[in-house]
T-cell receptor
Framework: GAVVSQHPSRVICKSGTSVKIECRSL??????MFWYRQFPKQSLMLMAT?????????EQGVEKDKFLINHASLTLSTLTVTSAHPEDSSFYIC??????????FGPGTRLLVL | AQSVTQPDIHITVSEGASLELRCNYS??????LFWYVQSPGQGLQLLLK??????LVQGIKGFEAEFKRSQSSFNLRKPSVHWSDAAEYFC????????????FGTGTKLQVIP
């Protein structure tokens, strides 16, 4: 299966700082990238969808100015949590999708904002 | 809008016993259906998927699922559970076409007792 990496796997930051999460599809070209988050004991919720070279589309209730998504290449997408607050603490998962039928998921990044 | 319901939040089974996890979906056309497993602190792993064809789908780790259109269900089964199967299981539904925007259920946590 395809290999998807996320970096960092865990991050702890102070409230008010920004955190960047990288997602790489290592052996296929991701024309579309989905970003999910998962709060403790809850399911994954889609945050936004981005196509390579285009602006991301955000789900209702997700602040686009707070969660900046860059999908500049077919193998790399980044999610930046700006001015993070404790309520942003969550498990962030990227999901690249390319031509084909299977959607792959990254291993996730656990963010803790103090 | 597509949706997924997993009616069982938590299930406990004895090792060696059979397992069935329930999943009901709502989707306007032919759905793409998935089962994922998430071990504690880990990312998602695809167990199996249904796109078309045979309604009984075989997956990894001895799991299978049956698509029943008349019941809008896609239940996951395993004839004999192993202690290593203890994890959280997510049913998901997605659409066809260029985007694989997947909606997840709330998950069923499986506990396996000796």
């Amino acid at each position: 299966g395809a290999v998807v990496s996320q970096h960092p796997s865990r991050v702890i930051c102070k409230s008010g700082t920004s955190v960047k999460i990288e997602c790489r599809s290592l052996d296929f070209q991701a024309t579309t990238m989905f970003w999910y988050r998962q709060f403790p004991k809850q399911s994954l919720m889609l945050m936004a969808t981005s196509n390579e070279g285009s602006k991301a589309t955000y789900e209702q209730g997700v602040e686009k100015d707070k969660f900046l998504i860059n999908h500049a290449s077919l193998t790399l997408s980044t999610l930046t949590v700006t001015s993070a607050h404790p309520e942003d603490s969550s498990f962030y998962i990227c999901s690249p999708y390319g031509r084909g039928e299977t959607q792959y998921f990254g291993p996730g990044t656990r963010l803790l904002v103090l | 809008a597509q949706s997924v319901t997993q009616p069982d939040i938590h299930i406990t089974v004895s090792e060696g016993a059979s397992l069935e996890l329930r999943c009901n979906y709502s989707y306007g056309a032919t759905p793409y259906l998935f089962w994922y497993v998430q071990s504690p602190g880990q990312g998602l792993q695809l167990l199996l998927k249904y796109f078309s064809g045979d309604t009984l789908v075989q997956g990894i780790k001895g799991f299978e699922a049956e698509f029943k259109r008349s019941q809008s269900s896609f239940n996951l089964r395993k004839p004999s559970v192993h202690w290593s199967d203890a994890a959280e299981y997510f049913c998901a539904v997605g659409g066809s076409g260029g985007y694989q925007k997947v909606t997840f259920g709330t998950g069923t946590k499986l506990q396996v007792i000796p």
